[in-house]
């Protein structure tokens, strides 16, 4: 069972699950007055529920030429002008599994009311996409003025096929220009990213323009940045699914010659 909550005047919701195709899952869902919802059908197209004050939409995903999971989507739809407040529950019970992984996906970017939310939420596994992808550099957050981690940053986790994230960067509270002129503190990944984006073009000078390492791009970059990467306080093994390899480190990535 997942409980998650919906908290007071949120006007819009979705939820997302995702499994692999190959298992078969019965899926069920209580409302917060404890109204039992229909099982649901995995059929294809679109199926609609009615909830107290919520309309509820859920789709049936199938497997796409790229990859093999499904994803099932639910929509949460105010009948009027407020979705039905509470902790909804969702039911999972397993007709024929063989895999037994899922995952379940709220929106991020902290645009829901601070009370919607799962009820035991798990780290693990919020990277997004194109983070996700094998031959990007993917970059998370730490806070360089604390020289601790940033509990927003997205992990990975043990489903993937590989370890993610490569490296952190300074991520909380950095300076930036703003709409209208000026200056101001910014936080999130975004603001990361940019620091290893100029770390790659700062090693591919060296590299390239230089002639000390004609052909370093792409992956052979982001090993050296992996190599150069330094620990973080708080953590003991490397590579994790917190911060990868650890610490963008420009000096450490650059090979003696």
Same mark, same amino acid.
């Given at each position: 069972?997942i409980?998650?909550?919906?908290g007071?005047?949120?006007t819009?919701l979705?939820l997302q699950?995702?499994?692999?195709?190959?298992?078969?899952i019965e899926?069920?869902?209580?409302?917060?007055?404890?109204?039992?919802?229909?099982?649901?059908?995995?059929?294809?197209?679109?199926?609609?529920?009615?909830?107290g004050?919520?309309?509820?939409?859920?789709?049936?995903?199938?497997?796409?030429p790229?990859?093999?999971t499904?994803?099932?989507?639910?929509?949460f739809?105010?009948?009027?002008?407020?979705?039905?407040?509470?902790?909804?529950?969702?039911y999972?019970r397993? #007709?024929? !599994?063989k895999? $037994?992984? *899922?995952n379940l996906? +709220?929106?991020?970017?902290?645009?829901l009311?601070p009370?919607? %939310?799962f009820?035991r939420?798990?780290?693990?596994?919020?990277?997004t996409?194109?983070?996700?992808?094998? #031959?990007? !550099?993917?970059? $998370?957050? *730490?806070?360089?003025? +604390?020289?601790?981690?940033?509990?927003?940053?997205?992990?990975? %986790?043990?489903?993937?096929?590989?370890f993610?994230?490569d490296?952190?960067?300074?991520?909380?509270?950095?300076?930036a220009?703003v709409? $209208?002129?000026?200056?101001?503190?910014?936080?999130?990944?975004s603001?990361?990213?940019?620091?290893v984006?100029?770390?790659?073009a700062?090693?591919?000078?060296?590299?390239i323009v230089?002639?000390?390492?004609?052909?370093?791009?792409?992956?052979?970059v982001k090993?050296?940045?992996?190599?150069?990467?330094?620990?973080?306080?708080?953590?003991?093994q490397?590579?994790?699914?917190?911060?990868?390899?650890?610490?963008?480190?420009v000096?450490?990535?650059?090979?003696?010659i």
């Amino acid at each position: 069972m997942i409980e998650m909550s919906i908290g007071p005047y949120e006007t819009t919701l979705n939820l997302q699950l995702w499994k692999a195709y190959a298992d078969e899952i019965e899926i069920s869902i209580e409302t917060p007055s404890g109204e039992k919802l229909p099982g649901l059908s995995e059929k294809i197209g679109t199926q609609r529920y009615r909830a107290g004050e919520t309309d509820l939409l859920v789709y049936y995903g199938k497997p796409g030429p790229f990859q093999v999971t499904q994803e099932i989507y639910f929509e949460f739809i105010p009948a009027e002008t407020y979705l039905t407040s509470g902790i909804w529950k969702l039911y999972l019970r397993g #007709r024929r !599994i063989k895999e $037994g992984n *899922y995952n379940l996906w +709220l929106p991020g970017g902290n645009i829901l009311n601070p009370v919607t %939310g799962f009820y035991r939420p798990t780290a693990e596994e919020t990277l997004t996409i194109p983070s996700t992808a094998a #031959r990007v !550099i993917t970059v $998370g957050a *730490y806070d360089s003025g +604390l020289n601790a981690f940033a509990d927003f940053s997205g992990r990975g %986790g043990k489903q993937l096929v590989y370890f993610k994230p490569d490296l952190v960067a300074p991520g909380v509270d950095i300076t930036a220009p703003v709409p $209208g002129g000026g200056y101001s503190g910014m936080t999130g990944t975004s603001f990361a990213v940019p620091f290893v984006t100029g770390a790659a073009a700062l090693m591919m000078e060296w590299g390239i323009v230089r002639k000390n390492d004609p052909f370093l791009w792409g992956e052979k970059v982001k090993a050296y940045l992996r190599r150069g990467a330094q620990p973080q306080p708080g953590f003991e093994q490397y590579p994790n699914a917190s911060i990868g390899w650890g610490r963008l480190c420009v000096s450490g990535s650059i090979p003696e010659i």
